[in-house]
């Protein structure tokens, strides 16, 4: 175990983590193992040496490119249509627009800083406090995390090997009953959080917005006309990927060439002009994803050559004969790496070491995908890494020591709904069987 020493206290020095791994598993192997050295060459290309790992850049560079061109405006537009004018719907409008924009680029992060840029100030102005404001946009964020198409689904099928297709399906509904808790307790707890009249003029400077009317007629008619292509998106991806036409990598191709045209020449929101730049951002973000593929699968490799997972997992199934017990430590570990560590870290180097263990309970493997996910997405609204809140501290302008109490009825709900998926398979796996998986 001395490795993981080894790893988690170059991270605590401030080494990132893609170099923490490379630079711990050298470390470890020249000196403590008579493991051949070569295996860090070839393990760390041949990590990233997989056609189904293209789908990690091509559903970023997607993303970025509808956020860009403006297809987040128009889903929150849409969901206004099914609201009324209270002051809880505008909280509950980014919930579905944060899940709706989830969806459609599988990125936690984009979904906070596309729908959270327009719907804080538009919270803000109804009377939600600026950190309770931030907090529903962060906590509303990691939606997207569970409903389709979903970068870490992809990334955790390449590493246990499981079905993308049959595993993007199985995350719907969890994703759409993580929906509803987080619309249920915003309609609590948004009285202890709201600003009177006179508060928002002294704390804010603005006199509280009035209510705007639903669009009706032809306003109505150009709403639902715009959002069509936007809808079209995951139909797109998720239809052509159910029919057999194209695989789940492929699917990422076709849609950056779909949102493209809809962002040009529909929307016209950004030109030919902008793809460049918009790529370059994209391939940042990637490489940084890569980057922490290839050196974790190098020192995953490592690990396994030490027999280190099969001796976890002899040890987790020795602590006790009941299930329940070695469900509740295999998601309490799932909880605090999720608190500390980025999820696609953590999903590299937990999947291969938990896996076998829950797999041994008798637990579906796409039962065992949502729990890991799910468990792992309730980390980004947990500090203290928290990239979501992170992100929306800097939307909201506080400081995200402001935002952990507001967020902590989310972070319980979304406990609760784990909860119930653990104790209710059928939640992850009726879905996909109803589908022919």
Known sequence: ????????????????????????????????????????????????????????????????????????????????????????????????????????????????????????????????????????????????????PSVPIVLYCITSGDSIGETFIAGVVPGLLAMVAQIIVNKIFLKKFTNTPEELLAVEG?????????????DLLKVLLEVIPGILMPVIILGGIYAGIFTATEAAAVSIVYGTFVSVVLYKEISLKDIPRVAVESAKTAGK???????????????????????ITTAVLGISSSPAVIMLIIISLLFVFGMVMDMSVSIILLVPIIQPIMLQLGLDPVHIAMIIVFALGIGLITPPMALNLFVGSQISKVPMSKMVRPIIPYVVASLLVLLLIVLVPQISTLLPSLLGY
């Not at 990690?56 to 206004?80: H, N, Q, T, W, Y």
């Not at 969806?103 to 936690?108: E, K």
């Not at 603005?206 to 032809?218: C, L």
Request: glycine share 10%; charged share 10%; net charge positive.
């Open 289 to 311: 994803v890569l980057v922490i593929v290839a050196f974790a699968s190098f020192f995953g490799r490592l690990l396994t050559l030490l027999r280190i997972p099969s001796m």
């Open 206 to 218: 603005i006199v509280e917005e009035p209510a705007s009317e639903q669009p009706h007629g032809k």
């Open 1 to 148: 175990m001395l490795i993981f020493v080894f790893f988690l206290g170059l991270i605590f020095l401030g080494l990132p983590v893609s170099f923490s791994f490379v630079v711990a598993g050298i470390f470890y192997l020249l000196n403590f193992t008579t493991v051949s050295p070569n295996i860090i060459a070839t393990t760390t290309f041949t990590g990233i040496d997989n056609f189904a790992l293209l789908a990690i850049p091509f559903f970023i560079f997607a993303g970025d490119i509808m956020r860009e061109g403006g297809i987040s405006k128009r889903l929150v537009s849409f969901a206004k249509l099914f609201f009324k004018n209270s002051m809880t719907a505008y909280g509950t409008i980014c919930i579905v627009g944060c899940a709706f924009f989830g969806a459609i680029s599988g990125s936690a992060v984009a979904a906070v800083a596309a729908i959270g840029g327009i719907m804080i100030p538009e919270m803000i102005r109804h009377r939600y406090k600026r950190e309770y404001a931030g907090s529903l946009a962060s906590a509303a964020g990691y939606l997207g995390m569970l409903i389709p």
